[in-house]
Structures are given as structure tokens and as C-alpha cells.
């Protein structure tokens, strides 16, 4: 399953953003979705993930109330909504598809990853 992630941009402290995630020509209504970021020289971290159905989400502490993930299974899509963002915000932001159905937080069970939408944010 190829992903292709996009929406990112470079903002100023305080705008929001909606990064897209999609899989053209394939589906992934039966698996759990995530967002995880990474910064140049750290590890990649967990910002969101959103069940197969939709219903259920999680995120990390960090974003929680700034963050909103969602998934639209008749398009393919997942989303991610951020609001108020922050100059520590600013990171390489990843979509991807777990092996599981429910939510999972870990990237090792992430088997397919998009490309990376860069966020930068300037205060």
C-alpha cells in the first residue's frame, strides 16, 4: 500500500493546518491509522492514530485539544486537523497503516508509511 501524505506547509505560531493522507487505488478500512512526526537527529514519535471504523482515536499528550485525527473510509483518507500550532510543532509529519484494527501507538507495527509532509512553524 503506497500513502501519500501532503498539507504541510511553513505557518506562523497560532495558524492551523490539515495534512491528508491517502492511499490511491487501494483500501485500508479494515486497519487502524496513525500520525507520527519526526524531527532531524530525534526518534519518530506518536502524535495520532484512529481506529478502522473512525470511532475511536487516541493522541499524544503533547497535541491533545490542538490535535484532531479522522478518517474518511469511502476516500481512502485520513486527516489531521492542527490547530494553535506551535514552533515545536515544526517536524516531518508521517502517515501510516498498522496491522491492526485498533489503535496502536507504537511505529514498529506500522508496516506502510507515506513519504513525509514537512510543518514548519515560525513564531
Known amino acids: 500500500v503506497q500513502l501519500q501524505a501532503s498539507g504541510g506547509g511553513s505557518v506562523q505560531a497560532g495558524d492551523s493546518l490539515t495534512l491528508s493522507c491517502v492511499a490511491p487505488?487501494?483500501?485500508?478500512?479494515?486497519?487502524?491509522m496513525g500520525w507520527f512526526r519526526q524531527v532531524s537527529g530525534k526518534e519518530r514519535e506518536f502524535v495520532a492514530a484512529?481506529?478502522?471504523?473512525?470511532?475511536?482515536?487516541n493522541s499524544a499528550d503533547s497535541v491533545k485539544g490542538r490535535f484532531t485525527i479522522s478518517r474518511d473510509n469511502t476516500k481512502n483518507t485520513v486527516y489531521l486537523q492542527i490547530d494553535s500550532l506551535k514552533p515545536e510543532d515544526t517536524a516531518v509529519y508521517y502517515c501510516?497503516?498498522?496491522?491492526?484494527?485498533?489503535?496502536?501507538?507504537?511505529?514498529?507495527?506500522?508496516?506502510?508509511w507515506g513519504q513525509g509532509t514537512q510543518v514548519t512553524v515560525s513564531s
Open positions: 484512529v481506529n478502522w471504523s473512525g470511532r475511536v482515536t
Open positions: 501510516a497503516k498498522s496491522l491492526y484494527s485498533s489503535i496502536r501507538v507504537t511505529p514498529a507495527v506500522y508496516d506502510y
Open positions: 487505488g487501494r483500501t485500508f478500512s479494515n486497519y487502524s
